[in-house]
């Protein structure tokens, strides 16, 4: 039986990180991603996990030596947090490109600037297009659950791609909460050993990361293009077999009490779970309004989410960004772009908040619910998105 | 739902009362959240740390505004905070103070349930030192029962290792005995 | 007009080894950058003294051992760059045109 543990969920991600029996951790510390790593480094000090942690010198030299390593067939993990996972940007690419099955824990963080140490999204969201798998995690146990299912997800040969898990940085980082952890015996063939057909190896040379000249660049984007795509079938399967054998089941878009719902509000993250108690509180005042969230970020998946909105008339979409100079938040845009060549589409209205660590409320998401009303029957505000808690004067 | 809010300076062991609360609170097979009022670490500075507790899963991710429960780890807060802001109607406020209730009582608003511990002292004469994360809890333990004693001891273990959770434990009991309510 | 999109790739995607890896090791070889000269050095074997330096500034390797411990061009791969000239301590290299 799994044990029911209070604790941290930082300790929870490096737990699973463990039971995965990674190789080589390369980490530079970030907050809040650090006592991901501290103890990650702490169970390799301690024997208890037999991998090479590198000590490196910026988050740069994190991914490249992830990069290397993963290169030379090993199993790996890195954790970042915003500017630090701004500094990784030009090789998060070329670890897609090169094929690296790499497994990163985002302890998703605002960007500088002003200085903000503390959560939304902007951290992941500037870094959509790297190539990589990307998740999005509500408590403690699914990103305890979310780590274990990457690693299998990416040492499937099916897939080969790098994997990210975004984990709220101290929303969720930091809080205490009980999870239930496995014994390594529980998750028997779960997690597959790490094999890798590509790498480096003396005796059999071959050539990574060659110049990709105009006679080959599209075709080399259209393989990752066409990998990731497919990495869901892999993913659904690894969530679907982690159901069936430990009883949680995860799905790319999940749903709460959307049966006839006309208003849906959706969501990514932590604050998932309050848009679940304001959910609550409407649904008992008689409004019909329900919950989408979006675990599956990338590769974005179109199908699930829009047979997840069919039947609503109003989705009102959640950014934890704000895309400087664009008409709305990167999630709004992904979603209007989803449903623009359906001949019955929902309206859409696309609200920021929660930015740089401003804490986000049930009572947030009544008034968003609210807004979203006004706009559907007096017609869509100015602007193509609202920020909600803005303070004029 | 019961939701606690903790007031405390940096590096005086709030966020220690609401890692051990929220432990205990789950070894007992309840649900429950333990966070800080995250920021840069700044010792002295007032902190916040919450505990949200629930027999069911936790649905709301939010800070505690409302509490039903406020612990005070440094008196001389209450110069500077509004520790009862939000304070439920009947809540409970639990002070670390060297003063007596009846001295703190007239100046509370009236429907508030107050216990007083002199919790400084109390870590002092065990820990030889101002921490006052566990003495606290005696009194917010005493006052509220919203664990067993015996729910603590293996957070208190985990925290501290043996012999520090075994003087915490002691000025755990010294913080309960010596707790006055009204 | 421009031929069809397609011919500018030289291969299809679904072709294309993994993280678009060249799996041959040395595939280089194939590629004979010797037709690229317009100049070849020639060796004079009286001067050269053996050193080998023109064999480490080579960016082809084209620099060769003979038997006798000179070096001359491998003429598949020079590409008539004229480093080795260049560098060259005694002077024993030369280029001269390529006829037609």
């Not at chain 1, 008992?284 to 919950?291: E, M, N, Y």
């Not at chain 2, 509490?67 to 500077?80: E, H, K, M």
Request: net charge negative; aromatic share 6%; proline share 5%.
């Amino acid at each position: 039986m799994p044990t029911r543990t209070p604790m941290e969920v930082s300790i929870a991600v490096a737990k699973a990180v463990q039971q995965a029996d990674v190789d080589v951790i390369a980490a530079y510390p970030i907050t809040p991603q650090t006592h991901i790593v501290e103890h990650l480094s702490e169970l390799v000090a301690n024997g208890e996990l037999q991998a090479h942690f590198m000590n490196v010198e910026s988050e740069h030299s994190a991914i490249s030596a992830m990069v290397g390593a993963a290169a030379a067939g090993a199993s790996t993990f890195t954790a970042t947090s915003s500017q630090g996972l701004a500094l990784m940007h030009e090789i998060l690419f070329i670890a897609a490109s090169l094929r690296l099955p790499i497994v990163m824990v985002v302890a998703n963080r605002a960007l500088s600037g002003p200085i903000s140490i503390w959560n939304d999204h902007s951290d992941i969201m500037a870094e959509r297009d790297i190539g990589w798998i990307q998740v999005f995690c509500e408590t403690g146990q699914e990103a305890y659950d979310a780590i274990l299912h990457a690693f299998r997800v990416v040492r499937d040969p099916n897939v080969v791609l790098p994997m990210v898990v975004n984990i709220d940085g101290f929303n969720l980082t930091h809080v205490i909460e009980p999870i239930y952890l496995f014994e390594q015996e529980e998750l028997g063939d779960y997690l597959p050993e790490h094999r890798q057909s590509l790498k480096l190896d003396i005796d059999h040379p071959i050539t990574m990361g060659p110049v990709g000249i105009p006679e080959v660049y599209t075709e080399a984007k259209k393989q990752v293009e066409d990998a990731l795509i497919n990495s869901k079938q892999v993913i659904l399967a690894a969530w679907q077999e982690f159901g069936r054998r430990f009883g949680r089941a995860y799905a790319p878009i999940e749903t709460y009490r959307v049966e006839d719902a006309q208003i849906l509000l959706m969501t990514m993250g932590v604050i998932s779970r309050t848009a679940m108690g304001a959910v609550d509180r409407l649904r008992d005042a008689g409004k019909p309004v329900g919950l989408i969230r979006c675990r599956l970020w990338r590769p974005f998946p179109l199908p699930e989410f829009r047979e997840a909105v069919r039947q609503a008339s109003i989705i009102a979409v959640i950014d934890r960004h704000i895309s400087l100079g664009a008409h709305s938040g990167p999630v709004g845009q992904e979603v209007r772009s989803a449903l623009y060549t359906l001949p019955n589409r929902p309206q859409v209205f696309d609200f920021v908040l929660g930015l740089g660590g401003r804490d986000v409320t049930v009572h947030d998401f009544l008034e968003i619910v609210e807004l979203a009303e006004q706009y559907a029957t007096q017609g869509p505000p100015e602007s193509e998105y609202t920020l909600i808690g803005l303070r004029e004067v | 739902m019961i939701e606690i809010r903790f007031h405390g300076r940096g590096g005086q062991g709030a966020v220690t009362s609401c890692e051990i609360l929220s432990m205990a609170i789950i070894e007992e097979g309840r649900y429950a959240q333990g966070f800080a009022s995250f920021g840069p670490e700044r010792r002295g500075a007032p902190v916040l740390a919450f505990v949200r507790a629930g027999d069911k899963a936790l649905k709301l991710r939010e800070q505690v505004y409302e509490p039903d429960i406020v612990a005070v780890l440094d008196p001389t807060l209450l110069r500077i905070v509004d520790v009862t802001s939000g304070l439920k109607e009947n809540g409970w406020l639990i002070l670390n103070t060297k003063k007596t209730l009846a001295e703190h009582k007239p100046k509370l608003r009236s429907d508030l349930n107050l216990a007083v511990v002199d919790a400084t002292t109390i870590s002092m004469d065990i820990l030889h030192a101002p921490i006052v994360s566990v003495s606290i809890l005696g009194g917010l333990v005493r006052a509220t029962g919203i664990v067993e004693l015996n729910s603590l001891e293996k957070p208190l273990l985990k925290r501290f290792g043996a012999l520090l959770a075994r003087r915490n434990k002691e000025a755990l009991m010294q913080a309960y005995w010596n707790t006055a309510m009204a | 007009m421009a031929e069809k999109v397609e011919k500018r790739a030289i291969i299809g995607w679904r072709n294309l080894a993994l993280g678009c890896a060249i799996l041959e090791p040395g595939s280089s070889m194939h590629l004979l950058t010797g037709t690229w000269r317009l100049q070849r050095p020639v060796v004079d074997p009286e001067k050269c003294n053996q050193c080998g330096l023109c064999h480490i500034y080579c960016p082809d390797l084209a620099m060769t051992k003979t038997a006798a411990g000179t070096y001359e061009p491998d003429l598949n791969y020079c590409k008539g760059c004229g480093i080795c000239a260049e560098e060259c301590p005694k002077d024993a290299i030369t280029l001269v045109e390529e006829k037609e």
